[in-house]
């Protein structure tokens, strides 16, 4: 990411050689400028954007202001190009897009001044070379953008999947879940919380609601480590549909229990409080020391150990087994706008070979008379329904579990025996994120 202009306030030198101030940037829209960069051009991910140096060194208040204003843009892309195509002879580079769309989203979106957006956008502008000579269009545009979608932006039509995901999503899905679901991203995803015991206090407490599954939802985000009971550990932040996986492995006090792909520790967090002897398997040091971070932060206890379960050499076989691959991610687009442009669809026939692979290799740790539950965050149904299907095929021994966990609504299974959760799903909670969800019982 373009790290912001140095001493933004301090005197520059004119050509004549007298002193000059330049503007004051707001280093916010600058960061989320940058993020959009990144993403559009790069094919970054945000993820891997506010990592970088640049961004880390921001105050905290404009890192989170940062991130707001680039997922809201990147939610909004569809709305925002409409809103500008009119007014626009041909489309600029991308640079120059991102900030007229960012000013439109801000100023119609979010309700910002719109004088005080747009003479900050026309400075950021100015302030760089690439952009510099776009900075009369910048002005222009937005104020005519703005005039002409105030009003209307609501019944503007959202943003659309790309191409890649879509068509293949509306073959298995039809064109109505599909606009659903996309309706679903363009709203985003409140924040779900998992709580070590009593849910009703700390929905009480944290001002949230009870899911039907147990989780306590949000209704405002607010800084999360600041809120009561984090650093004591009463909770930790899990999407409501991540928690059925380890929710229908339905483990007992004493239980063995391997997670495989472990990271960041959510599902290992719930899997040690149900009372399981948990041994948490990742591939990534710098993310299992996340999950270690987890555990000691809420006081549960499992066994972490950074391998690959296609290479471990371990000989032991569990109670029970969690499988929660590597996937495309595809049902986590309302949390992560920037996926749709930091991705083509590239690698994913290399993921379902991987899927395939790690399944194998999991159902082989699992006892005569145990279970495995398998899932991915993925829409696209050869990550979940048709990997079933094949591993069924593949081994006799395992059968499908037909109980339904709690929450869990009977409308949402699959003809092989799992579950397909989409974003559209509990819209009248705020929905959910994307899910395949199958339990295996291995034969005794």
């Known amino acids: 990411m373009p790290s912001p202009p140095k001493n933004f306030s301090q005197p520059g030198t004119s050509l004549a050689g007298k002193s000059v101030k330049r503007p004051v940037l707001n280093v916010a829209r600058l960061a989320a400028i940058g993020i959009l960069n990144g993403v559009m051009t790069e094919q970054k991910q945000l993820s891997e954007m506010i990592q970088t140096e640049d961004f880390r060194n921001l105050p905290s208040e404009e890192r989170a202001r940062a991130q707001r204003l680039a997922t809201h843009t990147l939610r909004h892309v569809g709305r925002a190009d409409r809103a500008l195509r009119s007014h626009l002879s041909k489309l600029p580079a991308v640079e120059v897009l991102n900030i007229l769309r960012l000013g439109v989203v801000e100023i119609v979106a979010l309700d910002a001044p719109a004088h005080a957006v747009v003479n900050d956008l026309v400075s950021i502008c100015a302030a760089n070379g690439q952009t510099r000579g776009f900075k009369g269009l910048i002005n222009a545009v937005l104020r005519k953008a703005v005039a002409d979608i105030s009003g209307k932006w609501d019944k503007s039509p959202v943003q659309m999947m790309p191409k890649w995901l879509r068509n293949p999503l509306k073959e298995a899905y039809g064109n ?73 492995l339905a483990v007992k006090e004493g239980e063995t229990v391997l997670d495989v792909c472990a990271a960041p520790g959510g599902k290992t967090m719930q899997l040690a409080n149900a009372g399981g002897q948990v041994t948490a398997l990742d591939i990534s040091k710098h993310r299992m020391e996340r999950v270690t971070e987890n555990l000691v932060r809420t006081d549960l206890h499992a066994e972490t150990i950074i391998a690959n379960i296609l ?94 966990p709690q929450g869990m609504e009977v409308e949402w299974a699959t003809e092989e025996g799992g579950y397909r959760l989409r974003p559209d799903y509990w819209a009248e909670h705020g929905g959910m994120d994307g899910f395949y969800i199958i339990r295996f019982n291995r034969a005794g």
Do not use: Y
């Not at 209704?219 to 229908?248: C, H, N, R, Y």
């Not at 790690?358 to 696209?380: E, Y």
């Open 176 to 248: 109505g879940p599909i606009m659903a679901m996309e309706t679903a991203h363009m709203r985003g995803a409140p924040v779900d919380l998992s709580v070590v015991s009593n849910a009703e206090k700390w929905a009480k407490l944290l001002g949230g609601t009870i899911l039907p599954n147990g989780s306590v939802r949000l209704a405002e985000m607010g800084q999360i480590t600041k809120l009561d009971g984090f650093a004591t550990g009463q909770w930790w932040v899990q999407d409501a549909a991540a928690t059925w996986p380890g929710a229908w």
């Open 311 to 404: 290479e471990w050499d371990d000989v032991r076989k569990f109670d029970a087994v969690l499988l929660d691959a590597p996937c495309s991610a595809t049902g986590t687009i309302r949390r992560h706008p920037d996926l749709p442009f930091a991705k083509d669809g590239t690698g994913i026939f290399e993921l379902i070979d991987l899927q395939s692979k790690m399944l194998n290799a999991a159902s082989q740790r699992v006892k005569p008379g145990g279970r495995l539950v398998f899932c991915t965050c993925s829409l696209i149904p050869d990550e979940g329904e048709v990997q079933a299907e094949n591993f069924l095929l593949r081994h006799k021994d395992f059968s499908v579990d037909t109980s339904v």
